[in-house]
């Protein structure tokens, strides 16, 4: 165990425990670990691992997250692993025959997170490389979840299993919290009479430069696609501030009022 | 070029462009071709590899993925590899101070799922491993998309990028086929009828085993608490003739018409 009380899980989400039954190679519970930390969880277990524990290849692939291994918790069979857990779920490659649900990790997130706030616990079960878990490992869980390969194609990787079923809770955990800052906080979005302003210049300027002589008829609706065009871009407040500048430059050049640029082209 | 049409690519999905923009390690870039091919992707496209192409590390790490790297198309410059695409998302690891829409992989690829369908071409981009998109590269992007990590400990690399990308394409293009079978495919739910029939078989049993005897007043909220117990269960055929078994047994024993078990316990 480490002595800090430093940690790097996030402990703002609900923690579900992430349960590897016989794993085998070391690397693959630390790369298991930093996909867990990736998302925030820190809650492993380890069954029965094939070369015993602490594993060293585990640690120096770990890195960073090595936390994780500091605070696993190591078990001689699954159903000591999930003793104190409400609802368990196992990972299989591909369908068993056993009559239980069958989910996403998805779905699986959003029953978990939301069993945890019932104040629950939740743990899923993740199979050793060779073989996933035995059919005895899989009767223990409520339900079976199955992530969606390409049937052609679908080997995955202890460690990329539970990349894939973390980032799901993470999303199910955060909720719209999940979703990025829509913009970059660099500039507030432009205000309306900000754009009006901009698009009269721009108007203003196209009728003094001749554009409508030749198509007066289309003047209207050439304007309308016009206004149109730099709404849809949903323009930031220093953006608008750029455009008056660039229509500025080109009326300026084109009425001679300024010099024209040092170079051609 | 392979001169096979056997292909492990899901041809039934719409395929987005996987394009890695410099990357270093060609374990990195076999590693995303599995990753991609786990998903149903195909279509690769490599901007400027580090170490030349085509790259003997790469087809090792993609072991039986080589059909990705075998039909990748290789560029000198990104402006190229995304010439014929309409939709192009730039993944970067934080926010970069340019006023772009950020998006989840999962708005992603809903949006993308649904420009493809409408006849447009979409590609994603990945940076390398050290540094990721440089600002040029992010310029060229109509959106950004960020991976939502927990940002204590936010690093994924290339491959997982791709991989947890990929899923959420797969998902977004399957819809609801995505979901897995609800059951496994050997036996039909029970009929209502059947239940029926074994939950009268049951409280007949009890009532002759004297089980309401001291609590015939508790009669009519025990049953309903045990006939909900075996409903919510959502009971398969060959499980309530189990079930209709595990009963005749106990009540058989009971009555003594049975002999009892070989051993005690």
Redesign the interface.
Known sequence: MAGTDRT???ETIPQPAIILVKPQMGENIGAAA??M????LGDMRIVAPRDGWPNEAARAMAS??DEVLDHAQLFDATEEAIADLHHVYATTAR??????????P??MAGEGVEAIGAGQKVGILFGGERAGLDNDDVALARSVI?????P?????NLA?AV??CA?EW??AA?GER???????E??APAAAGQMAAFLDFLSDELDESGFFKLIEDKRPTMLRNIRALFHRADL?DH?VRTLFGVVRSLSGHRQGTRKPPEQGG
């Open positions: 790097m899980r996030d930093r996909a930390l990736n998302f925030g960073r997250a369908g068993r025959e056993m009559s239980k649900p069958v989910l996403t998805r779905t199955q992530i969606t390969t390409n052609a194609f679908s080997s995955l990329q990349l894939l980032h993470r999303l955060l999940a979703e990025p800052q829509a913009f970059d660099m500039s930031r953006e």
